[in-house]
């Protein structure tokens, strides 16, 4: 069994390019091993100087700030985003592909909203948070663009600062910054999240 230091060693480039890999691994294997290999790369450096993967956040004392975290990527599929913006986004240039010729877009993109619910859900599949740990408190978001049918996407998410409540030492506020890329690592959203959480004890 590999270990995650010798898993993060490996050259992507030299495994997506030798021969022998592709008469062994099928196309979709290959992107979920490529996709893998990249997560544990991302979070290699947090489980060496910090924690294991295994330890759950419970507390804001168990995170530090500048911690980084990558998801897995998803897939915006045209049957995903026509479906998602029917129930709940439900713009021409969202629902369809024929309509979205005649708008600004010129074809069919995915709303914004499905962007974000796509980036919660890595939120809470990627960090290794305890049920609970940590609430919503709002966000910032900025849709940088368009996300078409076919594009993967993922995230990196970034603990951008803790603070301490004033009035309330055993409470806090945190702020976890996610930037959204496309498979061809172009930023599409950038999304500041705010969270409530608890220290494990008073200052």
Not at 2 to 23: A, G
Not at 47 to 58: D, R, Y
Not at 93 to 100: E, I, R, S
Not at 131 to 143: E, F, L, N, Q, T
Request: a positive charge.
């Amino acid at each position: 069994m590999l270990l995650v230091k010798e898993i993060v060693t490996i050259n992507i480039f030299q495994l997506k390019t030798e021969p022998f890999l592709y008469k062994i691994l099928s196309f979709r294997a290959m992107m979920k091993l490529t996709d893998k290999i990249n997560w544990l790369t991302a979070n290699y450096q947090y489980m060496k100087g910090q924690f294991n993967m295994t330890q759950l956040v419970t507390y804001l004392d168990d995170i530090k700030e500048g911690v980084q975290f990558r998801s897995d990527s998803y897939l915006m599929s045209e049957e995903r985003i026509i479906e998602f913006a029917k129930q709940f986004d439900p713009q021409p240039f969202h629902t369809d592909p024929v309509a979205a010729k005649d708008t600004i877009f010129k074809r069919l993109v995915a709303s914004g909203w499905h962007t974000l619910a796509v980036n919660m859900k890595m939120l809470v599949e990627t960090l290794p948070l305890t049920p609970g740990a940590m609430m919503g408190a709002g966000a910032d978001v900025k849709w940088v663009r368009p996300v078409y049918p076919g594009e993967r996407i993922y995230s990196i998410f970034t603990m951008k600062e803790i603070k301490r409540s004033k009035t309330k030492p055993q409470q806090g506020i945190c702020l976890m910054e996610a930037k959204v890329y496309n498979q061809d690592d172009e930023l599409v959203t950038e999304i500041m999240h705010r969270a409530f959480g608890y220290f494990k004890a008073e200052a």
